[in-house]
């Protein structure tokens, strides 16, 4: 009842920019934290960021002061703005939705842990 679908992934050549989103479809009455993981080549699955259902967002160190978490609550979305991108960054990136309320055939349910189905961000030198 509830899928993420991301968007946003590309070629961009190092020190340029993308901008990912991430939404979450279906019945939502109400989703709190989402994020971002990426998966490098031969690597496995990092955080990026995160960001609450207040807003309150969280980075890691290696993104900090490049990397911009956002979410639009009315549309059910969560972005991502890259910039200054490095040939590190590149990888799968993938969505996250922790835990959501959301309705089906009249009824409530709430759901957790999602993930979308990964976009792919190239970072040329």
């Known amino acids: 009842q509830v899928q993420l679908v991301e968007s946003g992934g590309g070629l961009v050549q190092a020190g340029g920019s993308l901008r990912l989103s991430c939404e979450a479809s279906g019945s939502i009455r109400s989703f709190n934290t989402m994020g971002w993981h990426r998966q490098a080549p031969g690597k496995g699955r990092e955080l990026v960021a995160t960001?609450?259902?207040?807003?309150?967002?969280n980075y890691a160190d290696f993104v900090k002061g490049r990397f911009t978490i956002s979410r639009d609550n009315a549309k059910n979305t969560v972005y991502l703005q890259m910039n200054s991108l490095k040939p590190e960054d590149t990888g799968v990136y993938y969505c996250?939705?922790?835990?959501?309320?959301?309705?089906?055939?009249?009824?409530?349910?709430?759901?957790?842990?999602?993930w979308g189905q990964g976009t792919q961000v190239t970072v040329s030198s």
């Open positions: 996250n939705l922790d835990s959501v309320l959301y309705v089906s055939e009249g009824y409530y349910y709430r759901g957790s842990d999602y």
């Open positions: 960001i609450t259902e207040s807003s309150r967002t």
